[in-house]
């Protein structure tokens, strides 16, 4: 049916200088986005990384894409296979490409080409403490994100580790594009509530698409 009010409709959100949220942009594709996650995580299984603190994150991550993003006990880095099991990572679908691409384009950011999907996995009570993206060569490519299933508060704060933060709540579908000088901002992920998504089961999944090597 022809939606005549378009309260249904994705809109857009400020949030800095540089970052924008495209509420819901992603949500009519969520089934097939879900399912290409789990495409991926078939072939490179989600794992919960150890820091090089010697933690175990969390999070569990994949990736697909030309290069991957983990971390163990020797340092964090983007590298062509998953350390973990020592395969190179599935590439990234056609779909998550073209949807970051226009995201981007739609915040600004023309030309963005990632070469990087970092796939998080949130569960009851995981979360990501404030911290900085920066192991990336060029850092005037945009991040774009996906949050699908369970919702999550997002915290997003300055350019220092101790600077204020805001509050905002990210749910099933909505894209965050970060870059100009939001790009080094800290940000984070509060500790995931329990509960059950239709699409996503007791999960909260979030893909990050970046430009890891120039
Ligand atoms: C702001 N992921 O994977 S997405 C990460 O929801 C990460 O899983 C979170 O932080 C998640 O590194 C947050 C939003 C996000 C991603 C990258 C950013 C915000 C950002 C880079 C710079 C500034
Ligand atoms: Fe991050």
Redesign the pocket.
């Not at 939001?182 to 901002?185: Q, V």
């Given at each position: 049916m022809l939606d005549l009010f378009s309260e249904d409709a994705p809109w857009s959100e400020p949030l800095a200088d540089g970052?924008v949220i495209l509420r819901r942009r992603a949500r009519d594709e969520s089934e097939a986005l879900i399912t290409l996650i789990n495409d991926v995580a078939a072939q490179n299984p989600f794992y919960h990384r150890i820091t090089p603190g010697g933690h175990r994150m969390s999070?569990a991550m994949t990736n697909c894409g030309d290069f991957g993003w983990s971390s163990d006990s020797r340092g964090y880095r983007y590298s062509e296979q998953d350390s973990a099991s020592g395969k190179r990572w599935p590439p990234m679908p056609d779909r998550f490409r073209a949807l970051a691409v226009s995201c981007a384009q739609e915040a600004g950011f023309t030309g963005f080409s990632p070469d990087a999907c970092?796939i998080?996995r949130?569960e009851p009570g995981a979360k990501?403490t404030l911290?900085?993206?920066k192991d990336e060569q060029d850092l005037k490519a945009p991040?774009v994100?996906v949050?699908l299933g369970l919702p999550?508060v997002?915290q997003?704060g300055g350019f220092e580790r101790g600077d204020a933060t805001q509050r905002v709540l990210?749910e099933h579908g909505d894209v965050?594009v970060?870059g100009g000088p939001?790009?080094?901002?800290y940000?984070?992920?509060l500790p995931l509530k329990p509960g059950v998504h239709p699409l996503a089961g007791a999960f909260?999944f979030?893909l990050?698409f970046r430009r890891a090597f120039r």
């Open positions: 970052a999070v970092l998080n949130y990501l911290h900085q993206d991040i994100s949050s999550a997002f997003f990210l965050v970060w939001s790009r080094l901002r940000h984070g992920i909260r979030n990050t």
